[in-house]
C-alpha cells in the first residue's frame, strides 16, 4: 500500500546522525560497518534528507544525550545501552564524535529536537511538541539504531497518533538479525508504512 504524504504536515526524523556512529573513525562505525555497508546506508540517509527538503518536508534532528562525566552515576536503573554509552562514551559532548556527521548538518528551518537520554526521542524531550506545533501528522525516521533508538522512536510516535514511516535500508543495526527484527518482526506491530529509500523517494516526488 503506497503511502500519500503532504509535505506540509511531514517530518523526518533523523535520529542520532553522530560521527560516532556514521564516521569511519567513529567508536561504534565498526559494530555498524557490515550492515551499513550492505544496506548502502550513508547514501540512503543523504537521498532521504534531501528528498525530503525538496519535497518541502520539516527535517528534525533527534539527538541522544552527549555523554558527559557522571552520567547515569547514581542512577536507580541505568539500562543496558546506557551503560555502552558510558563505557565508550559515545557522543561526548565537546568531542568530535558527539558532533554530527558533516554531511547531516541543520540548516534554516530544520528543528534540533532536545537531547534524549533512553532510546526515545519522545520520552522527556520537545519532539512532540515540536511536531505540534509545526502541523505534522506524518513522521518518516531514518537514522540510527534500527532496533534501538528508531524503533522506541517510532512506537511512541504510533501511541501519540502520527503515521509512521520506517525506511529499511536508511538505518542500521550492530547484525543482520537485529535489522531483520526491526523491520520483519516488529516494525509491522507499530508502523504504517515500512519502505526503501528509493519508494519513499517516489513518494515524497508527488508530494512536491
Known amino acids: 500500500m503506497t503511502t500519500t504524504y503532504d509535505s506540509r504536515r511531514t517530518a523526518v526524523l533523523l ?9 569511519d573513525d567513529g567508536k561504534s562505525w565498526p559494530l555498524v560497518k ?15 534528507v534531501a528528498a525530503g527538503r525538496e519535497a518541502g518536508a520539516r527535517i528534525m534532528f533527534v539527538p541522544h544525550r552527549r555523554w558527559q562525566e557522571g552520567d547515569y552515576e547514581g542512577w536507580n536503573h541505568p539500562n543496558g545501552n546506557q551503560e555502552v554509552v558510558a563505557r565508550l562514551q559515545l557522543f561526548a559532548k565537546g568531542t568530535w ?14 528543528v534540533v529536537v532536545k537531547e534524549h537520554w533512553g532510546q526515545s526521542g519522545f520520552a522527556n524531550t520537545d ?8 502541523g505534522i501528522t506524518h513522521v518518516i525516521l531514518i537514522g540510527m539504531l534500527a532496533n534501538t533508538c528508531l524503533e522506541s522512536t517510532a512506537r511512541f510516535a504510533m501511541e501519540l497518533g502520527y503515521h509512521v514511516t520506517l525506511v529499511r535500508d536508511a538505518t542500521a543495526a550492530f547484525t ?16 504504517h508504512a515500512i519502505v526503501s529509500t528509493a519508494e519513499l523517494s517516489a513518494s515524497l516526488e508527488e508530494a512536491r
Open 15 to 23: 535520529v542520532d546522525p553522530y560521527n560516532d556512529f556514521l564516521s
Open 34 to 48: 557490515d550492515v551499513a555497508t550492505e544496506v548502502g546506508l550513508l547514501d540512503n540517509l543523504r537521498d532521504v
Open 97 to 110: 564524535g558527539g558532533e554530527f556527521h558533516p554531511d547531516f548538518q541543520p540548516k534554516d528551518g530544520d
Open 127 to 134: 519532539l512532540d511538541f515540536q511536531l505540534k506545533q509545526h
Open 176 to 191: 543482520p538479525e537485529m535489522m531483520h527484527a526491526a523491520h520483519e518482526l516488529n516494525g509491522p506491530t507499530f508502523a
